[in-house]
C-alpha cells in the first residue's frame, strides 16, 4: 500500500497522540488504529516519545557555558585554517656538473682543478646554483636559490656516527654560504615557505 494512500497520515497519528484532534475526529482515527496494526504500533511509540519529552527535566546550560564553547570551537577552526599545510619536500635533480663538462679550448686542466666547482639542481619551479670549493683541510658551499624566493634557511648534514652539521640563512638575494666542513657525504636540505627541498649525497672530496 502507498504512503499516500492509507486513510491516516503519520502526521494525524501526531495530532491524536498531542489531543489536538475534535471529539469526533478523535474517534474515527481511533477506530481506524484499533483495526491497523502499522498506526497501532506507531501511536504506541509516540505515546513513549511524547511521555519523555513531557516528563524530561533537564535544564539547558548558561548561556555564557555555550557562548564560551562555541567560541572555543571557532577559535580551534580558526586556528586550523590559519595552520600550514604539511611541508612538501622536493627530491632535487642535478642538471649541470662543471666537473663533467668539457674543459674550454686551451685552458689547463690545472687551472680547471682550483676552480670552485658548480653544481645546479632543479626542484619544483626553483633552480639551486651550488658552488663548492676546497678550503684548507674542509670544503665551503655557497649558492643562490634561482626563481620565486621568499627566504628561507640552508642546512648540511653529514652521514656518518659523529656527522659535521652547519646551516645558514638566506639573504635577500636568496644567496647563502655555509661555514667549512670536513670533506665527505652530506645531505643538504633548503627549507622555502612551504617546501623543503633536499640535496642527497653531496660528495664534499676532490
Known amino acids: 500500500m502507498k504512503l499516500n494512500s492509507h486513510p491516516v497520515t503519520f502526521a494525524r497519528l501526531v495530532d ?13 482515527v481511533q477506530a481506524h488504529v484499533g483495526a491497523c496494526a ?9 505515546e513513549v516519545v511524547t511521555g519523555l519529552m513531557r516528563t524530561d527535566e533537564s535544564v539547558d546550560a548558561p548561556r555564557d557555558v555555550l557562548a564560551s564553547a562555541v567560541s572555543l570551537f571557532a577559535s580551534r577552526r580558526r586556528t586550523t585554517e590559519r595552520a600550514p599545510s604539511i611541508v ?29 666547482r658548480q653544481l645546479i639542481f632543479s626542484a619544483g619551479e626553483s633552480d639551486i646554483d ?6 684548507g683541510e674542509g670544503w665551503a658551499v655557497s649558492g643562490q636559490v634561482l626563481g ?32 667549512p666542513v670536513p670533506e665527505g657525504s652530506y645531505n643538504l636540505l633548503l627549507r622555502l615557505p612551504g617546501v623543503e627541498v633536499q640535496i642527497p649525497e653531496l660528495d664534499l672530496r676532490d
Do not use: K, Y
Open 130 to 135: 651550488l658552488r663548492l670549493a676546497r678550503v
Open 38 to 46: 502499522r498506526c497501532s504500533s506507531q501511536v504506541a511509540q509516540l
Open 88 to 116: 612538501g619536500r622536493l627530491l632535487a635533480t642535478l642538471t649541470f656538473d662543471s666537473a663533467r663538462a668539457a674543459p674550454a679550448f686551451g685552458v689547463r686542466s690545472g687551472r680547471a682543478a682550483t676552480a670552485a
Open 148 to 179: 620565486e624566493c621568499a627566504g628561507g634557511s640552508v642546512e648540511i648534514e653529514g652521514a656518518g656516527a659523529d656527522p659535521a652539521r652547519a646551516e645558514a640563512a638566506l639573504n635577500e638575494l636568496c644567496e647563502f654560504s655555509l661555514p
Open 16 to 28: 491524536l497522540v498531542e489531543r489536538r484532534l475534535t471529539a469526533d475526529e478523535r474517534a474515527a
